[in-house]
């Protein structure tokens, strides 16, 4: 499995805050990955800086081999990195439909509206209810649908079930299953272990502005000891 994107000795700031010291990874084409730590420990922080959201960064980034360390945010979007954020940043405003409608084509393959509403059956219920009549669950649903629109390939998901309800966080999980079945490769920040653990292919483990851990999911019993230690779960 080839790398879809690596990350190298990545370090990046707020400011004069020195916030990632040497993150190293890397996403293999198809894989879902999720990053595991604390609050606080940098893991938006290095979803943000793959985007180039964060600006004052040094290290490699590399997207299907090309590197992504000058390129501008915008371009970011282009080269086929989607992001959605814990805030999910949908237009309020607007009615579903129109935020579905609203974003460029950046590339082939990008979800056509029926099949957008075959994998997200709420939405098309909701189609013409403006974003602030929608639900937390419902807003998810949309931020990412608005992403799987463009023709992204990789799409990056920072906390997506975070205070959704259990049978919305099960919705999701389906989605991001069907996804990576259609060859999308998934990386995500997520708290809620048990969900993680029961999607993911492959953990980093984050501490400290660094991965301090990398294993597949067939050695999290293996593993639960030190995840303990460093997450408290």
């Known amino acids: ?18 916030v990632l010291h040497g993150v190293d990874m890397s996403v293999g084409e198809g894989e879902m990955i999720t990053i595991l730590g604390r609050n606080g420990v940098g893991k938006t922080t290095t979803l943000r800086t793959i985007m180039g959201i964060i600006r004052q960064r040094r290290g490699e980034i590399r997207f299907a081999g090309r590197d992504m360390l000058s390129v501008p945010l915008h371009r970011t979007a282009h080269a086929g990195i989607g992001f959605v954020p814990e805030e999910r940043g949908i237009f309020a405003s607007l009615t579903v439909e129109e935020n579905l409608l ?76 069907k996804l990576k079945a259609r060859g999308m490769t998934i990386l995500l920040v997520e708290q809620n272990f048990r969900f993680a653990s029961k999607i993911a292919d492959r953990f980093y483990l984050m501490d400290h502005g660094r991965m301090v851990a990398d294993f597949p999911v067939s050695e999290l019993p293996d593993r639960m000891t030190m995840l303990h230690k460093v997450l408290g779960v």
């Open 1 to 18: 499995m080839g790398a879809l994107l690596q990350v190298g000795n990545l370090h990046a700031w707020y400011g004069e805050s020195h």
């Open 102 to 177: 609203l974003p460029p084509v950046v590339a082939d393959g990008g979800m056509a509206l029926d099949e957008i509403y075959e994998l997200f059956p709420n939405l098309l219920e909701r189609r013409t209810s403006p974003g602030t009549k929608l639900s937390g669950g419902e807003q998810q649903m949309l931020a990412m649908a608005r992403i799987l629109r463009t023709g992204v390939r990789l799409l990056i998901l920072d906390e997506p079930t975070e205070g959704l309800a259990p049978v919305i966080v099960q919705r999701i999980g389906e989605v991001l299953r």
